[in-house]
T-cell receptor, first 115, second 110 residues
């Protein structure tokens, strides 16, 4: 079974802190994604990566950055956390050359609260 | 932008009935539509994929259709059970990352 592991399930951070959300997948997938999910807004794509050291902006990249130094690991960074970044963050991966013809596998989510 | 809409935020249905969830898309037809199930506090889990040139796909009690004329996909759960209660997400895809709808929360009442 494909496993996408998000290192932190629940986090509480203070405004202005730098926050790292880590994600690891064990299936040698090329593509990795970070989404956030908010009530009434659904899943929104923050950043994605189709290869090591490659990254592309999604729909809502402002206030975030990412890092992909190894194929299996994709990190989401909040440079200076703000209260409007309180959300559930979902990491995902899928194999292959196309983004969406293949099943996307999600992690269990990281609940971030910024106070 | 390519939008995907799930018009019903919530749907209540009696156990044993068929649940039908609707997904509408705008602009050009996506190459694929995918359906996912999400339980509270968990990540979405893939259920079915249907391609643009397919009319219908089935998996056990699940059926999904793709109507390019109506720009719509329907997701059916036959003989619904309380365990089917969850949020169901529709997503469109092609040569860009998936775009998700906001989901429909299904409650199956015993």
């Amino acid at each position: 079974d494909v496993k996408v592991t998000q290192s932190s399930r629940y986090l509480v951070k203070r405004t202005g802190e730098k926050v790292f959300l880590e994600c690891v997948q064990d299936m040698d997938h090329e593509n990795m994604f970070w989404y956030r999910q908010d009530p009434g807004l659904g899943l929104r794509l923050i950043y994605f990566s189709y290869d090591v050291k490659m990254k592309e902006k999604g729909d809502i990249p402002e206030g975030y950055s990412v890092s992909r130094e190894k194929k299996e690991r994709f990190s989401l960074i909040l440079e200076s956390a703000s209260t409007n970044q309180t959300s559930m963050y979902l990491c995902a991966s899928n194999p292959g050359q196309t983004y969406s013809g293949n099943t996307i596998y999600f992690g269990e989510g990281s609940w971030l609260t910024v106070v | 932008s390519q939008k995907i809409e799930q018009n019903s935020e919530a749907l209540n249905i009696q156990e044993g009935k068929t649940a039908t969830l609707t997904c509408n898309y705008t602009n050009y037809s996506p190459a694929y539509l995918q359906w996912y199930r999400q339980d509270p506090g968990r990540g979405p889990v893939f259920l079915l994929l249907i391609r643009e040139n397919e009319k219908e796909k089935r998996k056990e009690r699940l059926k999904v259709t793709f109507d390019t004329t109506l720009k719509q996909s329907l997701f059916h759960i036959t003989a619904s059970q309380p365990a089917d209660s969850a949020t169901y997400l529709c997503a469109r895809g092609g040569n860009t990352p998936l775009v998700f709808g906001k989901g429909t929360r299904l409650s199956v009442i015993a």
